[in-house]
């Protein structure tokens, strides 16, 4: 997860549950408590959250109003980027559809390497240019994901035109 990603959870569930835990707060982002830790004290040092100690060991955190305009910054940002890496997928797998296409196939199988995302977005490519997605043919070509794009493997013998 980004530091992006990590201020924005921490202010969207400090908003909500301001008397939540530190290591609650790990546990969801999936982070260390210490880094947790770490983004509370440069949050709170810049005034985007206050504490009020109610226990002994318990805090209660507050997102102030600078807190609410950064969390509403990074929501856009967050946005903004998602988008980003939603564009560069479907390029890229209208671009690896065009290039099985050219080589006379019209069914890939998907591969189960890459995320989860990525995959779910060359899924929906397929139905969208009318590809077919079927695992047990062994002279199809295998499609997996890779980092922003997508990886073709040819089947042996499989006749492939190039441009």
Not at 30 to 55: C, D, F, H, M, P
Not at 102 to 126: V, Y
């Amino acid at each position: 997860m980004s530091k992006l990603e990590n201020q924005l959870r921490i202010l969207e569930t400090l908003e909500r549950q301001p008397e939540t835990t530190q290591a609650s707060l790990a546990a969801q982002l999936g982070v260390a408590v210490g880094t947790v830790n770490w983004y509370l004290k440069r949050l709170i040092s810049k005034g985007y959250i206050k504490t009020r100690q109610l226990e002994r060991r318990n805090l209660r955190y507050f997102v102030t109003p600078a807190g609410l305009a950064l969390k509403a910054r990074l929501t856009k940002e967050y946005m903004e980027a998602s988008l980003r890496v939603y564009r560069e997928l479907r390029q890229a797998a209208q671009k690896t559809l065009a290039e099985v296409n050219q080589a006379g196939h019209q069914t890939i199988a998907i591969d189960g390497e890459g995320s989860r995302e990525a995959l779910e977005i060359l899924r929906l490519t397929c139905l969208e240019q009318g590809v077919g997605v079927d695992g047990a043919e062994s002279r199809t070509p295998r499609v997996r994901g890779e980092g922003t794009g997508f990886v073709v493997s040819w089947p042996e013998g499989a006749r492939r035109r190039r441009s």
